[in-house]
């Protein structure tokens, strides 16, 4: 049945892209999908992705892993269309599918059984599953509301993000959304729960991860102001299923609360500035939550330049549980947010427990083209808690090895080309320092990848 799916995937991906050749209506700008103005469209989005990881993997740092391989190439691949139909300016229906596949990963299925969820959650692949599927009512009033399958985003994407590197897409949500807009900005307020992404079972099927009611509003000041954006928020993110294990040992729920602000100014005469804070309280098992965390971006952009270069320093914050013995919880744990590009590309930290200093450069010589340089140095922001690519494996207790984890180079770029195309290409490489050499490994680790991206969208009338 696999070989036949990934045959079938393929077939797809061969048909989309010589009917975007034969007939030319490939898109060479990426347009809203289905945008308003034509009652009814279509649209679709292939991408194919190879990596390879060298003393890595998903779940393990090092030359001798407990899954997988510290040395793996594979194939990823998703494909996602949809229709969408506009009767007029107030209803819009949504009907989309996602399917994604790997080829060469590693692990097995049975590896990414999530004790949280009590099922299997696969970040590489999911069976022809409701994607972008739902129903939104516009211009009800001030408001709009939108019901089903849908993507949240908002704002820097640190605390609410799609997390769409991964092949699957980490967050993917069945919730309902009321935003109101208004001259200045919106305010949006949600109930949703995420889904998990068991390939051997429709999600509609199954339990969903975590349960969420929350806001997130944007607010611009007046110009004499400097224009500078505020925006508030605040979040529930709960799993009621009994699993989660308190420092006591007993087992509980998981029940959390966020309340935070986003406050930002792009572009004053070159000078970017962006600051995320947000408070975390509630419980885990027998455990009262008291946790943090926040992100510090100051940017200059060389507009005079042919080039356009953009240099800026970052640092993110994550607080770190200082005993493991008091009851008390002060792990951060980084809402819904997306971690793709977040803390180094290779993908080896969360927003959990924390320190990162980076600096980047990006460019971009033509319209085509963008490339980017990072550099971050890794820290524990506790050196009693864990480091979280995977916390039961690289832990002390004790804090004798020491809080620096690593440093990280990544090197970026992304060609925009014609009818609907493009390519992401990168490479990073990880100097691991006192603890992971001491908790992990003490070699190197380097990534690589190479990415093909389609967008076509076509009114049929």
């Not at 989309?16 to 279509?42: M, P, R, T, Y």
């Not at 000078?271 to 100051?298: P, S």
Request: proline letters at 3%; aromatic letters at 18%.
């Amino acid at each position: 049945m696999k070989s036949k799916m990934s045959k079938l995937f393929l077939l797809i991906l061969l048909t989309v892209f010589l009917l975007h050749e034969g007939d030319g209506i490939g898109l060479a700008k990426d347009k809203q999908e289905g945008q308003v103005g034509n009652k009814l469209s279509f649209w679709t989005n292939v991408r194919l992705r190879y990596e390879y990881q060298d003393n890595f993997n998903a779940k393990f740092y090092g030359d001798n892993p407990k899954k997988g391989k510290s040395n793996d190439g594979f194939l990823l691949g998703r494909f996602r269309f949809g229709l969408h139909y506009d009767p007029n300016e107030i209803i819009r229906v949504a009907l989309g599918v996602q399917h994604s596949e790997a080829w060469g990963v590693a692990f097995k299925e049975s590896d990414f059984y999530n004790d949280k969820f009590g099922r299997r959650h696969n970040p590489y692949e999911d069976d022809w599953e409701p994607f972008d599927t739902y129903l939104e009512i516009r211009k009800v009033l001030p408001f709009s509301i939108k019901v089903g399958r849908q993507v949240i985003t908002y704002g820097n994407k640190r605390i609410f993000g799609p997390g769409q590197w991964g092949n699957t897409g980490k967050w993917l949500w069945d919730a309902a959304k009321v935003a109101y807009k208004f001259e200045c900005g919106f305010v949006d307020a949600y109930y949703g729960q995420t889904i998990v992404h068991d390939p051997s079972h429709l999600s509609w099927k199954h339990n969903h991860g975590f349960e969420s009611f929350g806001f997130y509003g944007h607010f611009e000041l007046p110009k004499h102001l400097f224009g500078i954006a505020f925006e508030p928020f605040s979040m529930t993110k709960k799993n009621d299923h009994d699993r989660y294990t308190g420092e006591d040992g007993q087992l509980g729920n998981f029940d959390a609360y966020y309340l935070g602000g986003r406050i930002y100014k792009k572009d004053y005469k070159g000078l970017d500035f962006d600051f995320t804070f947000i408070k975390q309280d509630g419980y885990r098992a027998n455990d009262d939550i008291d946790a943090y965390g926040y992100h510090l971006l100051v940017a200059y952009n060389f507009k005079e330049m042919g080039f356009k270069p953009r240099v800026s320093a970052e640092y993110s914050y994550a607080s770190g549980d200082s005993d493991p013995n008091d009851g008390t919880l002060e792990t951060f744990d980084g809402a819904f947010g997306a971690r793709d590009k977040m803390f180094g590309r290779i993908n080896l930290f969360h927003w959990m427990n924390l320190k990162d200093a980076q600096i980047n450069l990006e460019v971009k010589p033509k319209k085509w083209l963008y490339l980017k340089a990072e550099y971050h140095q890794f820290w524990l922001a506790q050196r009693k808690d864990a480091w979280y690519l995977n916390s039961k494996e690289y832990r002390d207790t004790t804090g004798n090895s020491g809080d620096k984890v690593g440093r990280e180079l990544d090197l970026v770029g992304k060609l925009s080309l014609p009818k609907g195309n493009e390519i992401q290409f990168g490479f990073g490489h990880f100097w691991p320092d006192e603890f992971a050499k001491k908790q992990a490994s003490d070699k190197e680790a380097n990534w690589a990848f190479l990415q093909w991206v389609y967008r076509f969208s076509h009114p049929f009338f």
